[in-house]
Every structure is written in C-alpha cells, then in structure tokens.
C-alpha cells in the first residue's frame, strides 16, 4: 500500500475531457509502473488493484460534480468516494488480492484475512481518501478557472447546470 497523490491527475482529466480520459491516465499511470517495477512475480495485480482504486475514487466525485457543481457538492462526493474506495477495495482485497498473496507466498496460510483489513485496508483507504480529497479540493479552487476555459466541448454540454460558486 502506498500513498499515491496521482489519482488528482485523473480527476483534472475527469473533469477537462470525461470519464474516458479519467480510465486512460489510471491505465496509463499503471502500465508505464509495471514496466519499470515488474509487478509482484511478473503479475500486475498490484497495478490492477490500483487502477480499480483510482477510478472507484474519481468516479464518484465526477458524476456527482459533473451535475451539481458548487463547493459543497465537491465536498460531499469527496466523501463518498472515499467511502467508494475503501469499499471496493475492502472487496477486492478480500476475494482477489489477499487470497492471491497467500497464494504465492507472499504472506502466511494462516493470516487472519479480516483482521488484516478491518485494521489495515480499511484505515488506509479512509486515510488516503481524505487526503487525496483535501489536496484536490485546494488544488481545484486553484485551477477552477482554468479547467472551466479548458474543457472539452463534450464535457462543456454534459453539465446540466451552470457553475455556481458555493
């Protein structure tokens, strides 16, 4: 697990160019670490697991944002993508990842699954959510008027309403 500040890439992106260009950077952000990390045995289950939690991450904040824009409402998706992504990778970490490190040795048979989430994914998770979402918040009020000139025309005619200021 890693502190990784690069999901606010994809969330400018989200904003500028759509959900599409969100799904790119993560994809992007993660092959580009494979090939020069290798992945755990050759297998990019880590880089997987963090392309599933950059976009469980931004997804939320862009829908919501993308159709209410004010302060508040960045505020309250912030929240519940962070509750997005410690979910999902509760999950994921539960069915797909732990399963496959004790698989491969890279953690004993006999290692309490739900202990280990309850005390390490969990806490993680709702850490790196509300930091993640903090910086994004101060970098957003920052770059709010340049995102605005910036955005695709496709992104400009999705937002059902104008942006308020609140």
Known sequence: MKLDFSDIAALVGAFMFGPLAAILIELLKNVLWFMFSGGIAGVPIGEFANFLSGLSFVFPIYYLFRYYQSKRVLAISSGLATISI?????????????????????????????????????????????????????????????????????EKSKRAYKHKNK
């Open 86 to 154: 410690t979910v999902v990778m509760c999950l994921f970490n539960y069915f797909i990842l732990l399963p496959f490190y004790i698989k491969i040795g890279g953690l004993p048979k006999n290692v309490d699954i739900t202990a280990l989430i309850t005390y390490s994914i969990i806490p993680f998770n709702l850490l790196k959510g509300v930091i993640v979402s903090v910086i994004f918040f101060i970098l957003y009020n920052y770059l709010e008027p340049w995102i605005l000139r910036n955005r695709s025309p496709k």
